[in-house]
T-cell receptor
């Protein structure tokens, strides 16, 4: 079956603008998580949605927000972009979220955001 | 609280020799542990996972890891390195905490294979 898809793959924005990234999970997966990857901070958890509800949130400012639609597709929005927001944004989907024998996250290829 | 420490930021081995990537973790709850691999300009791919069953876990591409609770370690090994193993590897911990689950990633180990 098709994997996790993310659009767009590359994006260039200027400071102060806002941006929306999209993630389509694997068919049947209801949990979608977002991560930010930077050379300095590594991979950091942003938030997780399950059945259109945000269940977990990492330590990011309110400029970072997201939502999930009834078909499990998810969007992530960053407002008032800063230079430090330049990163690879990864989306991952799973049937559920958390520990357990059935738990596994599948990652998309990411969206590389450059803020100038 | 949970954390994971990858002890080496960069490991170089010759093709055909063993690979050892080290990972220590801490968790207030019974953890699940994972190793992911990331090739350049690609997303992360799951290599293997430990979820409280057998302590020796076998994964894809000949990799395996052993969960050692007494040492709080989950080192990744492979008997014989291949050129295609060159990538970044991430050790990840997840602890079930009644609705507050999240993944915590290590800082990554870049594996270089010398021909």
């Amino acid at each position: 079956k098709a994997g996790v898809t993310q659009t767009p793959r590359y994006l260039i924005k200027t400071r102060g603008q806002q941006v929306t990234l999209s993630c389509s999970p694997i068919s049947g997966h209801r949990s979608v998580s977002w991560y930010q990857q930077t050379p300095g901070q590594g991979l950091q958890f942003l938030f997780e949605y399950f059945s259109e509800t945000q269940r977990n949130k990492g330590n990011f400012p309110g400029r970072f927000s997201g939502r999930q639609f009834s078909n499990s597709r998810s969007e992530m929005n960053v407002s008032t972009l800063e230079l430090g927001d330049s990163a690879l944004y990864l989306c991952a989907s799973s049937l559920l979220f958390g520990a357990g024998d059935d738990y596994e996250q599948y990652f998309g290829p990411g969206t590389r955001l450059t803020v100038t | 609280a949970q954390s994971v420490t990858q002890l080496d930021s960069h490991v170089s081995v010759s093709e055909g020799t063993p690979v050892l990537l080290r990972c220590n973790y801490s968790s207030s709850y019974s953890p699940s542990l994972f190793w992911y691999v990331q090739h350049p300009n690609k997303g992360l791919q799951l290599l293997l996972k430990y979820t409280s069953a057998a302590t020796l876990v076998k994964g894809i591409n000949g990799f395996e890891a052993e969960f050692k609770k007494s040492e709080t370690s989950f080192h990744l090994t492979k008997p014989s390195a291949h050129m295609s193993d060159a990538a970044e590897y991430f050790c990840v911990v997840s602890a079930f905490n009644f609705g507050n689950e999240k993944l915590t990633f290590g800082t990554g180990t870049r594996l270089t294979i010398i021909p």
